[in-house]
Every structure is written in C-alpha cells, then in structure tokens.
C-alpha cells in the first residue's frame, strides 16, 4: 500500500526558513520514477501546486510566487522529497500536501497519491 507522509511543518517568523518532508513507502518500483509535487491550501483558498520534480531526470518547477524561495529535492534512497523553504512570508501560510503521479509528469493534475498534509504557520 502506498502511503506518503509529510513531515517538518510548525510555526515559523516571517523571514524564516523551514524544510518539509515527505516520505514514500510502498511504491511497488522505483520511487524515483515518479514525479512529487508539494501543494499547500491555505484558509478560504483554492489548493495550489508550489513545486515539483520529476520522475527520471528529476527536473523540478516552481509556482512564481515561490521562485527564489522554495526548493525541492529528492534523495532516492531514503524516498523522501524534501521542500525547503526560505524567506517565508505570511501568505505562505497553509496546509502543505505532497503527492505522487506515477506517471512521472509534473502536471499537477490527476495525482495518484496524497499525503495527509501538514500545517505551515508564518506569523510575527
């Protein structure tokens, strides 16, 4: 069964930095075939996609209003995804869900698997 738990989430100042996790296990192949992305929702918000990386060359793509600030990693052999985050600014603030399409693209749409998300607070 493939579960994917995110991790790293707290209360950050403004201009702070936080690194959120997310963990894959089950994956019946090789984890690093499939693409990750990290989506957030904040209160009375629509979800967004923030980031993603491939599966294979591991390309990544960012949402313009986190360029510059966010980075996404992956390190296949521990099957994490990792989202740092820097220079975070109160409208980061949301529930951040990492998610997995087997298909490898980042695409943000149709993804196969969830994570439960954690909660991202930027406030002074």
């Known amino acids: 069964q493939v579960q994917l738990v995110e991790s790293g989430g707290g209360l950050v100042q403004p201009g702070g930095s936080l690194r959120l996790s997310c963990t894959a296990s089950g994956f019946r192949f090789r984890s690093d075939r499939y693409a990750i992305a990290w989506f957030r929702q904040a209160p009375g918000k629509e979800r967004e996609g923030v980031s993603c990386i491939d599966g294979g060359i591991g390309r990544t793509y960012y949402a313009d209003s986190v360029k510059g600030r966010f980075a996404i990693s992956r390190d296949n052999a521990k099957k994490v995804v990792y989202l740092q985050m820097n220079s975070l600014k109160t409208e980061d603030t949301a529930v951040y869900y990492c998610?997995?399409?087997?298909?490898?693209?980042?695409?943000?749409?149709?993804?196969?698997?969830w994570g439960s998300g954690t909660l991202v607070t930027v406030s002074s």
């Open positions: 998610a997995a399409d087997m298909a490898g693209g980042c695409h943000y749409k149709a993804m196969d698997y």
